[in-house]
């Protein structure tokens, strides 16, 4: 049922699983970064950029721990892969994770802020199946996405705004 607690301690499979997943997605972030070149950062000092983007240092921040909280909501729906919809929330986690991992090559690889903008939306809506099918099955999960959905929007919004400052 969701949002019950799980009643039996981690075990160290669990444990390795955790790590597997929480250092997984951060490697995967930080092999997507690697398509911002100092060329790709020379273009992007270029853009005019809407007042609401936060500072540069604030996505390096970020970026990490999102990816490490991510990597804990799928650990909590791995825990209970006997639920009937966790199968489907773990797809839909790899599909919005694969989707993500294409943004940066899309916008500071491409050097285009148009396919920047039209790769971040479908990134937002399988964000939100994954919050939602995350938290049918485990409410933490859900919670623990939240911020990440949160985040996906604000980046649609700044890559919109970027676009349009520099169509």
């Not at 929480?22 to 070149?37: D, E, F, K, R």
């Amino acid at each position: 049922m969701a949002g019950t607690t799980e009643t039996r301690s981690p075990g160290t499979v669990d444990w390795l699983v955790l790590v597997a997943l929480a250092g997984g997605c951060m490697a995967l972030g930080w092999l997507a970064s690697l398509a911002q070149t100092p060329a790709a950062d020379a273009w992007y000092d270029t853009l005019a950029l809407p007042a609401l983007t936060p500072p540069d240092w604030v996505f390096g921040v970020v970026w990490p721990l999102l990816y490490l909280i991510m990597g804990v909501a799928a650990w909590f729906v791995w825990r209970r892969l006997r639920h009937p919809s966790a199968p489907t929330a773990l797809i839909l986690f790899a599909v919005q994770l694969a989707l993500n991992l294409m943004w940066t090559p899309a916008f500071f690889g491409q050097q285009s802020v148009a396919m920047g903008f039209y790769a971040i939306l479908p990134v937002l809506i399988a964000v939100l199946a994954t919050t939602i099918a995350f938290w049918r099955v485990s409410r933490v999960a859900g919670l623990l996405f939240l911020p990440y959905l949160a985040w996906t929007a604000f980046a649609t919004v700044i890559a919109y705004q970027t676009w349009q400052l520099n169509a």
